[in-house]
């Protein structure tokens, strides 16, 4: 009896029998991260090569603009810089070692739902940790530098902005009804005027907000109606529309818990947080909080 020929699919010309096995298996992970993932395709990556760490560089504010007599001397004025590094985490890993014997033998796909959880860990890692820093960046202070002259001082701008609305918990805040709906929109529009205040362009504003406020807002019949927006939503869907300018994105991810653990600059308390906007154009962020 001659042998049969398999057909040997993870073969590739000049490499090895097996070469095409892993990359297609990390193909798929990424396949299933970019889907489930909201935030990857707002994000900017930098590529660090060759260097350990990222350096971002910050200004002053500018002073008030001088009156210019004609024949006065322009020397200059003072003008202040600073900056703040980022650097690479470890690894984020998720694995899991399927047997080839289980695999040929199972009567059921072993490998799609392992290849499905090992792809949404990363990506909810990924957004839980950027949502994290989107907050903190909100909440830093602005910083106030002296200048080269010893004596001027500048006053770097804060990370972001923040809106407080009144209330021990979330659902005092924003209890599910139409005056919880109203009051998330309110801070929205505040929030909104902050942004305006600070200059940011109109474009690319993006709110991110949770089921449960996703539901509270779901109470206001203001924002589906069709004679006040021009793209007011679909209520039959749950398909919010535009709300003060920003898109609208549910996401389970927005942080609102006290996070002591993994790595320190992703710790902090988020129990008070209830949506994280940015305008991911401009690289500004806000945060909406109770208290």
Not at 105 to 121: E, K, T
């Amino acid at each position: 009896m001659a042998n049969s020929v398999p057909v040997r699919s993870l073969y590739q010309d000049g490499v090895g029998t097996y070469a095409l096995g892993i990359p297609e298996f990390t193909g798929e992970v990424f396949s299933i991260f970019r889907q489930s993932n909201k935030l990857w395709p707002m994000l900017k990556l930098r590529q660090l090569s060759r260097r350990a760490k990222e350096i971002f560089v910050r200004h002053g504010t500018s002073q008030v603009l001088e009156e210019h007599v004609p024949g006065v001397e322009m020397l200059g004025n003072e003008f202040g810089f600073d900056q703040f590094e980022i650097g690479p985490d470890e690894y984020a890993t998720a694995h899991h070692d399927i047997a080839f014997a289980d695999e040929d033998l199972a009567h059921f796909d072993i490998r799609q739902p392992v290849v499905s959880s090992i792809g949404l860990d990363l990506s909810t890692t990924l957004e839980e940790r950027a949502f994290r820093m989107l907050i903190k960046a909100a909440q830093t202070a602005a910083k106030t530098i002296v200048t080269s002259d010893g004596v001027t001082t500048k006053v770097i701008h804060p990370g972001g902005q923040n809106v407080t609305r009144a209330g021990l918990t979330e659902a005092v805040a924003y209890p599910i009804s139409a005056t919880g709906a109203k009051n998330f929109r309110d801070d929205m529009w505040e929030m909104a005027e902050k942004f305006d205040t600070d200059n940011v362009p109109d474009m690319n504003r993006v709110c991110f907000i949770n089921p449960r406020t996703h539901r509270v807002l779901g109470q206001d019949i203001n924002i589906w109606d069709k004679d006040l927006s021009a793209s007011p939503g679909d209520i039959a869907t749950r398909r919010l529309p535009t709300i003060a300018g920003f898109q609208i994105v549910k996401t389970t991810n927005v942080p609102t818990t006290n996070v002591i653990t993994g790595p320190t600059k992703y710790q902090g308390d988020y129990t008070l947080n209830v949506a994280t906007v940015a305008c991911l154009s401009q690289d500004a962020a806000q945060s909406v909080v109770f208290s």
